[in-house]
């Protein structure tokens, strides 16, 4: 029961297993089938497939082999190039190409180095790379030390062009003002087409400064790519500041007059230099750097420049100094550079200057009028004529005369006017280190300085000196007024080189105060001839002196000391006739007629003559006639009474006309009457009446006077005159 149960549990519960059971039994029989037809066929795969994977080993095997040798291709490629720039590194440092070396080297370090398969190439090559750099390095800072001594060799030629450079462009600016003066000129008178001409000649090309800057673009780049920029850049301007240093040093082997041409060309070179380098070297320099070097030598310079003025005794010395500093200044502004401080040295050492320079033409004037004889100058050629007259306008004549040709002044007239006119361009020459300063007020005021206290304080030393002759004394008195009517072409002359148009100078009160002080000094010498003329009749009036003032006959003939003075006037008035305006000679000759009036009174009144005779009187008489009558002759031949003046050469001696007259007079007494005396004897005194009165005898005394066939009996005149000494007395 239990089994039946147990069965019929067992298929309701394990019926599907069953039947699964039994499938998989069949499956089992088909599994081991198909494995049988597998195995069959395995078996065939394998005994096709045998070959073809022997093969395939064998393929395996060459890819093997083909990848090793790719790889080594790719190592030996890599050695290949890298031994190739290094080939090309060593062949451009062989022929100097050391850019394109310092390229190669780049190249294999960013593009090789870290690549080469090959340690021992790798670790010579890393090896060989810094010393290849230094290499370069040495050879282009000794090329650039080479560079050094070349450009500071070169610095002053350099200098010496730029400089003459700005010499020619002053000349051509010079050129043009001087064109523009005289287009001026031209327009007071009328248009002139060819004053406003193109004039092709004062256009010109720059000469271009040609120097080599290679070496220091080439270092200064190679150190850059060496990543030494800084150092080469610090390296450059401390070797130049050195150079600096050592241009700065004067020779004192030379005298500066001589060095200071080469020594401010150097400078000027050294600083076209480091211009062309701050523009182009790619930041080597800084304008900071420049500015300082510029400081340090501008500094220097100043300093050198006022030791050397200080000790300059002469104005030329100062004066071409000036010049090439001047030229200096107008050369390093054009590059930019300041010169304030040259331009103050020079105006600080301005007074020295002038000093110097009226010192000098003192010494050339003194010279001039010591080494002048005094006479009209005979000028025998035209060039002559044109040099000593025409250059000065001391002619107002339009044409050239015949020769020889008699000039109106001596040899030192115009040997002082190119003194005066060559101090006037020495004067702007120096003042045109300032293109703003007024120099025609500055050469106005020194060439009035000139003038008075050097030209005219010599001629006046001249004049009081004592050491001249009365023709020599004539001929200054002439030199003087063509000197003080040179002093308007003096001011031209000055206006003109300044560039004062010269309307300017037809205002009021603008000419020269010298030409007032020359006209003073003319009248001085004036004064000085006739207190010479004077001298010298005084000399001829010591002979009167001597005559016989008692004589016992009225003498037939002119004393002698008369024929001396009228040949002594004679000379007088025909040297000064030739020379002075008739003014002046009026001045001269009157005051010598009439110092010859005041001498014989002085006689008359002195102690030498104790007494005199109507004789003597009379002898004075003939003198005075003869005297009058040339007085008369010279005042007319020399046109003085075209003049109107009022009194005459004869008015001059009236006095001791007046005085003879009376002592000749029948009735000396009529000197007491007021109209009489008033008409006819208006110009004596009556003290000196008295006094000569107390010494007149009417008779010749002789030791036997008494035995003659006079009377005893006094003439009327000689009661006259004793009625007019006792009158004389009573009025005194």
Request: glycine fraction near 4%.
């Given at each position: 029961m239990k089994?039946?149960?147990?069965?019929?549990?067992?298929?309701?519960?394990y019926e599907e297993f069953i039947l699964a059971v039994d499938e998989l039994r069949g499956v089992l029989v088909d599994a081991d089938e198909l494995k049988g037809t597998l195995s069959g066929e395995n078996l065939r795969l394998q005994e096709v497939a045998s070959s073809l994977l022997l093969k395939l080993d064998d393929l395996l095997e060459l890819y093997s082999v083909n990848k090793n040798v790719e790889e080594a291709l790719g190592m030996l490629m890599i050695c290949l190039q890298v031994t190739s720039l290094c080939q090309m590194c060593n062949k451009d440092i062989a022929e100097a190409r050391l850019h394109s070396a310092l390229k190669s080297l780049e190249l294999i370090e960013k593009d090789f180095l870290q690549n080469i398969p090959l340690k021992l190439l790798k670790k010579a090559v890393q090896k060989q790379i810094p010393i290849v750099k230094l290499y370069i390095e040495k050879k282009v800072c000794n090329e650039f030390n080479e560079w050094l001594v070349y450009i500071r060799r070169t610095a002053?030629?350099?200098g010496k062009v730029s400089i003459s450079q700005a010499s020619l462009a002053r000349q051509k600016n010079e050129g043009i003002r001087s064109q523009q003066r005289e287009a001026e000129d031209c327009s007071r008178i009328g248009f002139d087409e060819h004053a406003y001409a193109l004039d092709l000649d004062l256009i010109g090309e720059e000469e271009v400064l040609e120097f080599d800057l290679t070496p220091v673009y080439r270092a200064n780049y190679i150190h850059t790519c060496l990543g030494l920029g800084e150092k080469f850049r610090e390296y450059y301007y401390n070797n130049r500041l050195m150079q600096l240093n050592l241009d700065l040093q004067i020779p004192t082997t030379q005298p500066f007059m001589e060095s200071h041409q080469h020594f401010l060309a150097q400078i000027a070179g050294f600083f076209i230099v480091e211009d062309r380098v701050l523009r182009t070297a790619d930041g080597l320099l800084s304008d900071s750097q420049v500015e300082t070097m510029w400081g340090t030598a501008i500094s220097k310079v100043t300093s050198i420049l006022e030791e050397q003025f200080s000790r300059m005794d002469a104005a030329n010395h100062l004066l071409l100094v000036k010049d090439y500093v001047t030229l200096l200044g107008a050369t390093m502004k054009k590059y930019g550079y300041q010169t304030t401080s040259l331009l103050e040295i020079l105006e600080k050492n301005r007074d020295k200057f002038y000093q110097l320079l009226l010192s000098d033409c003192r010494k050339k004037i003194d010279g001039i009028f010591t080494k002048d004889s005094y006479e009209?100058?005979?000028?025998?050629?035209?060039?002559?004529?044109?040099?000593?007259?025409?250059?000065?306008?001391?002619?107002?004549?339009?044409?050239?005369?015949?020769?020889?040709y008699v000039a109106p002044f001596s040899s030192s007239v115009p040997d002082a006017c190119l003194i005066v006119r060559s101090f006037i361009e020495d004067s702007v020459n120096y003042l045109s280190y300032d293109p703003m300063m007024d120099a025609y007020d500055v050469v106005k005021r020194y060439l009035d300085k000139l003038l008075i206290e050097v030209?005219?304080?010599?001629?006046l030393n001249l004049i009081h000196g004592g050491c001249l002759e009365i023709t020599q004394m004539v001929q200054i008195a002439g030199n003087i007024a063509i000197l003080e009517k040179s002093c308007d072409m003096f001011l031209f002359h000055a206006a003109q080189l300044c560039g004062v148009p010269r309307r300017l100078l037809d205002k009021p009160h603008s000419g020269l105060t010298a030409r007032a002080v020359l006209k003073a000094s003319q009248n001085a010498a004036y004064n000085g001839l006739i207190a010479l003329a004077n001298s010298k009749i005084d000399e001829f009036m010591l002979l009167l002196t001597s005559i016989n003032w008692t004589p016992e006959e009225t003498p037939e003939h002119v004393n002698d000391y008369m024929n001396e003075v009228v040949i002594y006037l004679h000379t007088l008035v025909s040297t000064a006739q030739n020379v002075f305006p008739r003014?002046?000679?009026?001045?001269?000759?009157?005051?010598?007629?009439?110092?010859?009036?005041?001498?014989?009174?002085t006689v008359f009144l002195s102690d030498r003559v104790k007494r005199f005779n109507a004789n003597a009187v009379a002898g004075i008489d003939t003198d005075l006639k003869k005297l009058e009558e040339f007085a008369d002759d010279k005042f007319h031949s020399t046109g003085l009474s075209e003049l109107r003046k009022e009194t005459t050469f004869r008015d001059c001696l009236v006095e001791i006309r007046q005085l003879t007259d009376l002592l000749l007079s029948n009735q000396p007494e009529n000197f007491m009457n007021p109209v009489i005396r008033e008409k006819n004897f208006g110009s004596l005194d009556h003290k000196k009446v008295?006094?000569?009165?107390?010494?007149?005898?009417?008779?010749?005394?002789?030791?036997?006077?008494s035995l003659s066939g006079r009377s005893t009996v006094q003439s009327a005149r000689k009661k006259s005159l004793d009625v007019l000494k006792r009158r004389l007395k009573d009025f005194s």
């Open positions: 089994e039946v149960e147990i069965e019929e549990l067992c298929r309701v519960h002053k030629e350099i009209q100058m005979i000028i025998k050629k035209e060039n002559e004529y044109h040099m000593n007259v025409s250059a000065f306008q001391l002619e107002l004549i339009g044409v050239v005369p015949d020769f020889p030209l005219n304080d010599g001629l003014e002046a000679l009026y001045k001269v000759v009157c005051g010598a007629f009439s110092h010859i009036s005041d001498s014989i009174m008295s006094i000569i009165c107390d010494k007149f005898r009417d008779a010749p005394e002789s030791l036997f006077g």
